[in-house]
């Protein structure tokens, strides 16, 4: 019984995440378009609906009813199975985000944190072990697809993804130092009472650097603009997906921009203060009304989310594609030492000014 | 004429190179171009089933085939658009006028439009202006056939498109044909 409704619990908390996920995968294929069209002087998707509003809803239904293809030469087995490792990982990784303050409520005689679906000691690690998983859909599906393009897409892929994920966690690893834990609940709880105390600038080493190395590496990660190499339109069609249709490249499709939302919660849970306001407490609670204050909480944590977000489109709006040896240069020569450096400097900060 | 060859300055990377470097400073200015385009955004685009745009007076479109006033067909069937045309769209099967041995007509006129490359050459190569260039241009068909015209479609064609037409030439004052520039490959008419 207690076993039962507490899983109960656990699946309505889960519903609830992939129901806003999805949501907001749908709503950002809408955006992207329309910022990027608005930054180019154009206007976007403007016939289906009012200013084309229905538009994700019009793409859904096409990519659903479209023929779903295996070209002849595919490796069934893997061709099927890539776009599900591609889209788990990029979905399961919300369970350890904090979306709003770490509170627990009395349900049926269980205590329950409504706002993270399991606070788990590792949370940040497990996000990045199953980012890396994310890496081996893309892999597979371009090996599996019989085709020189996805292959090259694959390839490229592999080693994009592995040079960029050292990054990644390197720049985490800062602020790992300086919380003292890898529970994302933990790292953001450290960062309360304003702005001052958010990672990025936080005493008694700001994590400047690392935040900007874990943005240009999580750009790279999920494969967007201006490291799209993967799926680069103009030189390989459209990468590891080329030969996909239908629901299965629909599924490369929601992992790609739910990977997006994923490293836009670490970005802002690491180093923006997750739902901490940038001042202390919320605004809400000094009136009095403590009740109601973790709706300022989650409102603050969408809000740097989104502002993640837009930056990956003003960036895609912006940047030209790099080349391959510019790119694993970048990444092996610049990213990497400056994580190092800025890993150095953290230790020798925090032994001698600990929190 | 003795130039002094001056060096070319040399590339010096400074400080504020390096500065601009760590700063991304050259990615800034381009993100503030993009984001003055989306604050001020004023879109270039008309949104074209709805909205269409004004076509320039020598527009070229859709070639039509020409009628008088009195419904008789304008093309003597003299090939000269055959030989004119570039691509080998027009195909002209002329005959006599049955009855009038020195009157000639076309007896079948094919355009096969896929291959069109509306220059017009055949427009100006025609001695009676029994061509006209049309400003229809939503053409799309899902067969490609349908693009393949006959002496009646094209008629029809003209007949839309030059609901106004002139007399025939025999029927003109003298004058009129005389100052009518749009013959302007006929000898002036005795009359």
């Given at each position: 019984m207690e076993i039962g409704l507490r899983l109960a619990v656990s699946l309505a908390q889960i519903a609830a995440v992939m129901g806003v996920v999805m949501l907001t995968v749908m709503v950002l294929t809408l955006a992207e378009r329309k910022v990027l069209g608005w930054m180019q002087d154009r206007m976007g998707p403007m016939e289906v609906g009012p200013y084309g509003v229905l538009q994700p809803i019009a793409d859904g239904l096409k990519l659903f009813f479209k023929e779903d293809i295996i070209p002849a030469g595919a490796n069934k087995f893997l061709f099927t199975l890539a776009p599900i490792?591609?889209?788990?990982?990029a979905m399961i990784g919300f369970a350890v985000i904090p979306f709003g303050p770490s509170m627990t409520i009395e349900l049926f005689g269980m205590q329950i944190k409504p706002f993270v679906i399991s606070d788990i000691n590792i949370g940040i690690l497990y996000i990045l072990a199953f980012a890396s998983i994310g890496a081996y859909g893309i892999i597979l599906g371009g090996w599996s697809s019989n085709s020189k393009y996805s292959l090259l897409g694959g390839l490229r892929s592999a080693a994009q993804v592995i040079s960029y994920e050292l990054c990644v966690g390197l720049a985490i690893v800062g602020?790992?130092?300086?919380?003292?834990?890898?529970s994302l609940v933990k790292i953001t709880e450290a960062q309360a009472g304003g702005f001052w105390n958010w990672f990025i600038i936080a005493m008694p080493f700001p994590q400047i650097f690392a935040f900007v190395v874990y943005v240009i590496s999580a750009v790279a990660e999920t494969n967007r603009v201006p490291f799209d190499l993967p799926e680069a339109e103009s030189e390989l069609v459209a990468g590891f997906f080329t030969e996909y249709s239908g629901m299965r490249f629909?599924?490369?499709?929601?992992?790609?921009?739910?990977?997006?939302?994923l490293v836009s919660c670490v970005a802002a849970a690491l180093f923006l203060g997750g739902w901490n306001a940038p001042y202390p407490g919320t605004i809400l609670g000094h009136i009095g009304l403590d009740s109601i204050a973790w709706m300022e909480n989650v409102v603050w944590f969408a809000a740097k989310v989104y502002f993640f977000l837009f930056l990956f489109?003003?960036?895609?709006?912006?940047?030209?594609?790099?080349?391959?040896?510019q790119l694993m240069r970048f990444g092996w020569k610049v990213m990497l030492p400056i994580a190092l450096g800025n890993i150095v400097l953290t230790a020798i900060a925090a032994y001698f000014f600990p929190r | 004429m003795n130039v002094a060859i001056t060096a070319q300055p040399k590339r010096k990377s400074s400080?504020?190179?390096?500065l601009k470097t760590l700063t991304f400073y050259e990615l800034l200015i381009g993100m503030k171009a993009t984001l003055k385009h989306l604050l001020n955004y004023k879109p270039i685009t008309l949104q074209y089933p709805h909205e269409k745009r004004l076509l320039p007076d020598n527009y070229r479109g859709m070639l039509a085939l020409l009628r008088y006033d009195d419904g008789t067909e304008k093309c003597v069937g003299c090939d000269l658009c055959e030989a004119a045309c570039p691509s080998r769209v027009i195909r002209v099967v002329s005959g006599e006028v049955p009855?009038?041995?020195t009157k000639r007509y076309s007896k079948e006129y094919y355009m096969d439009m896929t291959r069109c490359l509306f220059c017009g050459l055949c427009v100006d190569a025609c001695p009676v202006d029994a061509l006209g260039m049309t400003r229809e241009f939503e053409w799309a068909v899902y067969d490609k056939r349908q693009l393949h015209l006959n002496k009646q479609q094209l008629l029809a064609i003209g007949d839309r498109s030059y609901p106004v037409?002139?007399?025939?030439?025999?029927?003109?004052?003298p004058n009129?044909?005389?100052?009518?520039?749009t013959f302007k490959h006929l000898p002036q008419k005795e009359n």
């Open positions: 490792l591609a889209l788990v990982p602020v790992i130092l300086l919380s003292g834990s890898l629909a599924f490369f499709f929601i992992a790609e921009y739910a990977n997006m939302i489109f003003w960036l895609r709006a912006t940047l030209p594609r790099l080349r391959y040896d | 400080f504020s190179d390096w009855g009038e041995p037409r002139e007399k025939r030439l025999e029927l003109q004052h009129v044909a005389f100052f009518n520039v």
